[in-house]
């Protein structure tokens, strides 16, 4: 019997682990691009730097 023709591979409770598992790295991955997006984008303008403020309150 070769790995894979173990009863493992038969068992429906392997396939969601691995499709759980797989779904979770892909989140994370595309969870870690957003996060770089947004800590690489240029700050916004400080209100005092030559544009007015919009809400004087």
């Given at each position: 019997m070769s790995?894979?023709?173990?009863?493992i591979w038969h068992?429906?409770?392997t396939?969601?682990?691995l499709g759980v598992s797989l779904l979770s790295i892909v989140v994370?991955?595309?969870m870690h691009q957003?996060?770089?997006?947004?800590?690489?984008a240029p700050p916004p303008p400080?209100?005092?730097?030559?544009?007015?403020?919009?809400?004087?309150d």
């Open positions: 790995l894979l023709d173990a009863p068992d429906p409770g396939w969601i682990v994370a991955i595309a957003v996060i770089r997006r947004v800590l690489r400080e209100p005092g730097a030559g544009q007015p403020d919009k809400n004087p």
